[in-house]
């Protein structure tokens, strides 16, 4: 159940669904202010979360705004957040800090997953995680500990394929995260539909993603429940040329010494260029697929 003692503010919709029991559905922000290109960081939010309320369950988008926690945008704070000139990109180390300063920005995956849990939020949609960077194995995303010590049900296309995907793999299994695959058998490759690396457990419904929550819930398992969806056939970029033009981006950031916290929206913003904008296509078909499964597994939990 929601902490009253947390400083965040949980929307009126999301509260009173949340005292009602009924299904929830928590959305990052980092894709609004780092992720994706204006406008259509804001156009692809708002749709996202109508998508997850056609699907019966109420969404909440996750950021700070002057300082304060939102659970749960409202149409003008998510048009203030999409317009933000200086966003900051708050993952869960940099909250304390955004916090006292009055920032305003997107939260990660490691950030939103944070705060939505301690709102009382179980269900959790996404497009990529972060993982283990290419030709950087130092350089690991705070999403991956998160996961292991935040007992939520993720869903995401995998991790980024700009990611070193087999490295971040293994990492989830050190960090002891279940990563069950959704009608798949692989781990998705994020605007792929599969790397190729095999996947220990498969769910194919959402039924038989709760009852795996369930069961996590009842041993008293500390981390997530990462639920790695496909992207939609019809929407997914070939692999072979997906891992070429990641090659060649990776490469172009190394030479120009880009690392850290600006490293992922650099290559996801070459990406884009080198594929002709078919990358960011994928992007958001894959984001939409992802509402519309955490939907149905949050609705299938509370069944």
């Not at 999403?143 to 939520?152: E, F, I, N, R």
């Not at 194919?204 to 992207?231: F, K, M, T, Y």
């Amino acid at each position: 159940m929601p902490n009253p003692n947390l400083p965040l503010t949980v929307a009126p919709q999301v509260a009173e669904a949340l005292a009602r029991r009924q299904p929830v559905v928590a959305l990052e922000s980092a894709l609004i202010t780092h992720g994706l290109p204006r406008p259509v960081n804001q156009q692809v939010a708002r749709q996202m979360e109508a998508i997850v309320r056609a699907e019966g369950a109420t969404p909440a988008t996750v950021a700070l705004l002057a300082g304060e926690v939102k659970v749960g945008l409202s149409p003008q704070e998510l048009e203030r957040l999409a317009h933000e000139p200086e966003p900051a990109k708050i993952s869960q180390r940099d909250l304390p800090v955004a916090v006292a300063q009055g920032r305003s920005g997107g939260t990660t995956v490691a950030a939103t997953m944070t705060l939505a849990y301690r709102a009382g939020i179980r269900v959790f949609a996404t497009g990529g995680i972060g993982g283990v960077h290419r030709s950087h194995p130092e350089d690991v995303s705070a999403d991956l500990p998160a996961l292991a010590t935040t007992p939520m049900l993720v869903v995401c296309a995998g991790a980024k394929a700009i990611l070193d995907l087999p490295r971040t793999l293994e990492a989830l299994e050190t960090l002891g995260v279940p990563v069950v695959g959704y009608q798949t058998d692989t781990f998705p490759a994020f605007t792929s539909r599969s790397s190729g690396l095999p996947l220990a457990a498969r769910a194919d419904s959402p039924q038989d993603v709760a009852a795996i929550a369930r069961a996590r819930n009842r041993l008293g398992l500390p981390a997530s429940l990462l639920v790695c969806v496909p992207i939609p056939s019809d929407d997914e970029m070939v692999w072979a040329e997906t891992h070429a033009a990641v090659e060649a981006t990776v490469a172009e950031a190394d030479e120009r010494g880009i690392s850290g916290r600006d490293l992922t929206p650099f290559l996801l913003a070459r990406l884009a260029d080198r594929t002709g904008g078919e990358s960011l296509a994928a992007n958001k078909a894959l984001l939409f697929h992802n509402s519309r499964v955490a939907a149905h597994i949050a609705r299938a939990l509370d069944s």
